[in-house]
Nanobody, 120 residues
């Protein structure tokens, strides 16, 4: 069984920074891609950033130039460095991963989410 555990959320003021972490654990053969989504109250869950196994990254237009996604493959961990935070970045941030298990079954997994609140 595979688990994703997020950490690093919190309460900050506009312009400040946070770094989110997501560690994958369990019966993992290979992580094919990891990413971060976010969901604000009353809104759909949207992709923030993703990183593929070979390092290719994707960002939502709203975070380009402010957020950076990175991965430590040895630790099965993905990070999201969030700079110049704005009130509109307030949301629950969810980790997502495409993982091939030790039984060679590829599945998509979600973490439980971590709250990020940016207030004036």
């Amino acid at each position: 069984q595979v688990q994703l555990v997020e950490s690093g959320g919190g309460l900050v003021q506009p312009g400040e920074s946070l770094r989110l972490s997501c560690a994958a654990s369990g019966s993992i053969f290979r992580i094919d891609a990891m990413g971060w989504y976010r969901q604000a109250p009353g809104k759909q869950r949207d992709l923030v950033a993703s990183i593929a196994i070979r390092g290719a990254t994707t960002y939502a237009d709203s975070v380009k130039g402010r957020f950076t996604i990175s991965a430590d493959n040895a630790k099965n961990t993905v990070y999201l460095q969030m700079n110049s935070l704005k009130p509109e970045d307030t949301a629950v941030y969810y980790c997502n991963a495409d993982i091939t298990s030790a039984r060679f079954i590829k599945s998509n997994y979600w973490g439980r989410g971590t709250q990020v609140t940016v207030f004036s």
